[in-house]
Nanobody, 127 residues
Framework: HLVESGGGLVHAGGSLRLSCAASGLSFEHYYMGWFRQAPGKEREEVSCIDSNYGRTYYADSVKGRFTISRDNAKNTVYLQMNGLKPEDTAVYFC??????????????????????WGQGTQVTVSS
């Protein structure tokens, strides 16, 4: 069970911090990803983080502005979003896939391989 929070309406240049709280799974063994989907557009992977090594991936569109992190003690993954742009407007989803210590780079995991998904949180950036 994944529950996102932290979405909202901000002006361009503003910041938001998304949280995704996990329950009912061994969180430390799961790779976590953030995805987004804007109206009329396909789902896009924004960022991911592996379970053990702290390796991360960012889409080019958010690199340098977004930061993913996880707190295994709190079963929570975060997405700090700075310098928000109107084109960041979308529903943001967190997702989890059980990959443990396989060593697979999270950017090599297709979105369709993620097993668990949250309900999404709306982020709206006004110009």
């Amino acid at each position: 069970h994944l529950v996102e929070s932290g979405g909202g309406l901000v002006h361009a240049g503003g910041s938001l911090r998304l949280s995704c709280a996990a329950s009912g799974l061994s969180f430390e063994h799961y790779y976590m990803g953030w995805f987004r989907q804007a109206p009329g557009k396909e789902r896009e992977e924004v960022s991911c983080i592996d379970s053990n090594y702290g390796r991360t991936y960012y889409a080019d569109s958010v690199k340098g502005r977004f930061t993913i992190s996880r707190d295994n003690a709190k079963n929570t993954v975060y997405l700090q979003m700075n310098g928000l742009k109107p084109e960041d407007t979308a529903v943001y989803f967190c997702a989890a896939v059980l990959l443990g210590q396989t060593g697979v780079a999270c950017y090599d995991v297709p979105g369709n391989n993620y097993e668990r998904w949250g309900q999404g949180t709306q982020v709206t950036v006004s110009s």
